[in-house]
C-alpha cells in the first residue's frame, strides 16, 4: 500500500469578512471544512485518504497517552471550535481537559483546548503555518502541533503570546526524532505518526 502523494486539496475564501457563527450554522453539512477566522470564511475540500491516515495513527497515539489515563478528551475532525477570533475554525484534531466536556454542545465546542493539531496540506502550507498559527497564537492554545507529511516531520509550538500573535517556542522534530510534548505527558517517536500499513509504527 503506497500513500506517498496526495491529491490536490483547496481552500478558498471569502472576499469579505462579515462571517460570524450565526452564518455559519446556516452552512450545509456536505463533507467540506468551513472556518471563519477573523470574519473570513474559509472552505476546505475533502481530506485525502493519507492525510486521514495521519489523522488516525495521531489519535491512536493520543487515546492511549491522554484519553486512556483520564488526561484529556481527543476528538477529530470535522467538529466546530469556537475561541477568540475563531467562530469556529476544524483543526484535524484537539485535546480537551477532562473538566471540558460541559463545553461539548450538539454542533460545536466552546474552548480553548490543550492541543490543537493540523496536518499540512502541500497544496496551501500557508493556511496552517501562517494563518491557523497566529490565529491560535492569538486565542492562547498552549499547544499546536504541525504533522508535514511530505517531510514526515513535526513542527511542535508552545508558549503563545496573544499580543503579537505567534509562538514563543518552536522545535522541529525530524523523522527519526522523537515528539517530547511540552505541556502534556506525551511522548512518541515521529514515525509513528506516518507510518504505512506495511510499516512498523516505531
Not at 1 to 17: C, G, I, N, Q, R
Not at 127 to 155: C, F, M, N, S, T
Request: with cysteine; hydrophobic share 40%; glycine share 4%.
Amino acid at each position: 500500500m503506497t500513500m506517498t502523494t496526495a491529491p490536490l486539496e483547496l481552500v478558498l475564501h471569502s472576499s469579505e469578512a462579515t462571517w460570524n457563527r450565526e452564518r455559519w450554522d446556516e452552512l450545509p453539512d456536505d463533507g467540506k471544512r468551513y472556518e471563519i477566522i477573523d470574519g473570513v470564511l474559509y472552505m476546505s475540500t475533502a481530506p485525502s485518504p493519507w492525510h486521514q491516515w495521519i489523522s488516525r495513527l495521531a489519535q491512536r497515539l493520543l487515546y492511549t497517552q491522554i484519553d486512556d489515563r483520564g488526561l484529556g478528551i481527543t476528538f477529530n475532525a470535522p467538529v466546530g471550535l469556537f475561541m477568540p477570533g475563531c467562530d469556529p475554525v476544524q483543526p484535524d484534531l484537539l485535546v480537551l481537559r477532562p473538566d471540558d466536556r460541559s463545553l461539548i454542545l450538539e454542533r460545536r465546542i466552546e474552548t480553548i483546548p490543550l492541543l490543537l493539531i493540523e496536518i499540512l496540506s502541500p497544496s496551501n502550507p500557508q493556511h496552517d503555518l501562517v494563518l491557523k498559527r497566529q490565529a491560535y497564537a492569538r486565542a492562547g492554545v498552549p499547544e499546536y502541533w504541525v504533522l508535514r507529511p511530505q517531510e514526515r516531520d513535526i513542527l511542535v509550538h508552545s508558549e503563545p503570546d496573544p499580543t503579537l500573535g505567534h509562538f514563543l517556542r518552536v522545535l522541529r522534530i525530524p523523522a527519526d526524532g522523537e515528539l517530547v510534548s511540552p505541556t502534556l505527558a506525551f511522548r512518541a517517536p515521529v514515525a509513528a505518526f506516518f507510518a504505512l500499513p506495511s510499516e512498523p509504527a516505531s
